[in-house]
């Protein structure tokens, strides 16, 4: 039975909990034993010591150079969500109300084209982008702009939904406030956390894409995975592990990162 307002009781979300904990433990479990396999022993950790054996140094080269890649596509596309998208979504909902279902079709339309699809139409505008700006990988971030843009939506959407936006802009801007001003220290701090949550998503797909990489011939960690993995399978499992390890303390520190001062002092006195 659920108690007020249809929310599950306790032993209810306990119980969901626990079943999600299991189906993600499950493959996560499996890869940690496969990588402790060893013929001689049953078991062992020579997969793992061969990781750092200096004797491999060029064989896991490419793991290193391809997570070095993915962190700066990660920033990358999270400064466009945070610089492009989340203030233009702003002046939409002041400025140009009319315009809020055009914009979303378009904002939402690359989650139904298919990332090959996508390649397709983006190759002649990186071949321009390469001639002018360079091949560096950095410029990945503006595909991957494009891809995180539904998500990102979504997630900063909700935020401005809860906000009244319209009052507090008005009021920022009575008092003497530049736009600037009021973007930065007046929303921002509202929309903290569909801003967070934003950033979050885009640092989770950035990590795992792989299509528009290789399709782009960009070296990033999946890319780097695979030609790893054609080499030594256990090295691609242990460094996929790794990968999950270092995705979710990353995401960890930005979400600790935007939590605000005091929130859980406030929670407790609320309680």
């Known amino acids: 039975?659920?108690?007020?307002?249809?929310?599950?009781?306790?032993?209810v979300r306990w119980a969901i909990g626990i079943v999600l904990v299991v189906l993600f433990a499950i493959p996560i479990v499996s890869m940690a034993e496969y990588t402790?396999?060893?013929?001689a022993s049953g078991h062992s950790l020579a997969h793992w010591l061969a990781l750092v054996d200096p004797a491999n140094a060029g064989r896991y080269r490419p793991i290193w150079t391809g997570l070095g890649n993915s962190v700066v596509l990660a920033v990358t596309t999270v400064a466009i969500v945070l610089l492009l998208l989340a203030p233009t979504m702003v002046l939409v909902r002041l400025r140009f109300p009319k315009l809020r279902l055009p914009f979303e079709f378009v904002v939402l339309l690359?989650?139904?084209i298919p990332a090959i699809v996508l390649v397709v139409g983006l190759a002649p505008i990186y071949l321009w982008i390469g001639r002018t700006f360079g091949t560096g990988i950095w410029t990945l971030a503006f595909a991957y702009g494009i891809t995180v843009l539904p998500f990102a939506y979504r997630a900063i959407q909700s935020s401005i939904d809860a906000t009244d936006v319209r009052t507090l802009a008005e009021a920022a801007r009575a008092l003497g406030a530049g736009w600037p001003t009021v973007l930065w220290r007046?929303?921002?701090p509202n929309l903290?956390?569909?801003l967070i949550a934003a950033a979050l998503i885009s640092v989770a797909v950035v990590l795992g894409e792989f299509t528009i990489a290789s399709l782009l011939n960009r070296q990033n960690l999946?890319?780097?995975?695979?030609?790893?993995g054609k080499q030594d399978p256990y090295a691609s499992v242990?460094?996929?592990?790794?990968a999950l390890v270092f995705a979710f303390a990353l995401l960890v520190v930005i979400g600790r990162a935007g939590r605000p001062r005091g929130a859980r002092t406030n929670q407790k006195g609320r309680s």
């Open 1 to 11: 039975m659920s108690g007020p307002g249809f929310a599950p009781r306790p032993a």
């Open 36 to 39: 402790l396999r060893d013929a």
């Open 110 to 112: 690359p989650i139904t």
């Open 186 to 188: 007046v929303l921002a």
């Open 192 to 194: 903290r956390p569909g």
């Open 222 to 228: 999946q890319t780097a995975l695979v030609v790893v």
């Open 238 to 242: 242990s460094l996929s592990l790794i």
